[in-house]
């Protein structure tokens, strides 16, 4: 059987939608659907479906912001790829939010992402009237290439203004990293979105992409986890696909699982390494060949919800290896006519002799 599923989750299992800000540039223009605010008109253009920086000037700092308000329970999601090596004058801040749309403001109060400076790394801050003060401290030299270094970025900030920082240095977002977590009050509203950017001699200019910006709402998963399917993989052992990640503890809890009839509970519960959906049961009990039904209860998912007691059906069939004479020819028709009953087909009669089950191929 070929099983293809899509597992989305972080640590808080979260689904996004209401997105304030979406932005994939594949219309090739930043001014429209949302409306981007360039510090100069020379500052950036669209190349390949990709924001990119095109300013030309040495030793300078330059920004682009849209309008978001959304400023807890919220998701930031954006990819950024930097070709060069980050410094002290070369690195780019991705204002989260920000009283004001321009991101260079001396008074600008907000939370921005810092990717690159001194230590190579991605760490979130807090803006308060100018004075920037580093909130999650990121893993030092993780932004490491000089010539391409592709990031997905994720950040969260819950309703009770906790946040979490992740980082994906493959730039697909499948893989995420969690840079830490932090509770932090101080700003609670927003006006603008935007990026930042340092940059010192002219072998960084235009070497600043963007793309799949993202700024969406959290919908907290209230949701029980589904059972997908039931599998024998032998007599003593099943696997069990869920919908969702599942919960390490519940999921390996030998007592939540039952067979009937006549197996019971398994010996061992356990999670597969790689794929958060799925248990791994074995029992002491061999299965016989035949049709099943498992009862599941008390399984959570990441975030708690629990499983009220459901069923899944499977079967178990192992051919049995033949004797002679247990499967007999027993009637050849080779020129069925006149037809009474019969197809107009030669044919021959096979006969199970016995009380096991063959696979006749």
């Not at 990119?52 to 300078?60: A, C, E, L, P």
């Not at 592709?150 to 969690?178: M, P, Q």
């Not at 907290?220 to 599942?246: K, Q, R, Y």
């Not at 959906?277 to 099943?292: A, E, I, K």
Request: aromatic share 12%; hydrophobic share 40%; glycine share 4%.
């Amino acid at each position: 059987m070929i099983r293809i599923f899509f597992i989305i989750f972080s640590c808080f299992l979260l689904t996004t939608s209401n997105a304030q800000v979406i932005d994939n540039f594949t219309d090739g223009d930043y001014t429209l659907n949302p409306v981007w605010t360039p510090s100069a008109p020379t500052d950036f253009t669209i190349a390949s479906g990709q924001l990119k920086s095109i300013n030309t000037t040495t030793n300078t700092s330059f920004y682009l912001s849209t309008t978001n308000t959304l400023a807890a329970n919220c998701v930031w999601e954006f990819w950024v790829n930097l070709q060069f090596a980050t410094s002290g004058a070369n690195y780019v801040d991705a204002y989260l939010t920000a009283d004001n749309s321009n991101l260079l403001s001396p008074a600008l109060n907000g939370y921005f992402v810092r990717i690159g400076n001194t230590s190579d790394d991605i760490c979130l801050y807090k803006n308060t009237a100018g004075t920037q003060t580093i909130i999650i401290d990121g893993a030092n030299a993780s932004v490491s290439s000089t010539s391409n270094n592709l990031i997905k970025i994720r950040v969260t900030r819950t309703s009770a203004n906790v946040f979490t920082l992740e980082r994906d240095l493959t730039g697909t977002g499948t893989t995420y990293i969690t840079e830490g977590t932090i509770t932090d009050g101080t700003f609670t509203s927003s006006l603008f979105f935007g990026f930042a950017i340092k940059q010192s001699t002219a072998s960084f200019f235009g070497k600043h992409f963007f793309d799949d910006i993202s700024v969406s709402t959290i919908v907290l998963d209230v949701t029980a986890p589904v059972i997908i399917s039931a599998t024998a993989t032998s007599s003593t052992s099943i696997d069990v696909l869920f919908n969702e990640a599942i919960d390490l503890t519940t999921s390996q809890t030998s007592t939540n699982y039952s067979i009937n009839p006549a197996i019971g509970n398994p010996t061992s519960a356990t999670r597969d390494v790689s794929n958060l959906s799925l248990v791994h049961l074995t029992f002491g009990t061999p299965l016989s060949n035949g049709n099943y039904t498992m009862s599941i209860n008390g399984v959570q998912d990441l975030v708690g919800n629990a499983m009220t007691t459901s069923t899944v059906s499977f079967n178990y069939f192992v051919a049995a290896t033949p004797n002679f004479k247990d499967i007999v020819i027993n009637e050849i028709y080779a020129d069925p006519s006149p037809i009474v009953n019969l197809t107009a087909t030669e044919f021959i009669e096979l006969y199970n002799n016995s009380s096991n089950s063959f696979n006749l191929r």
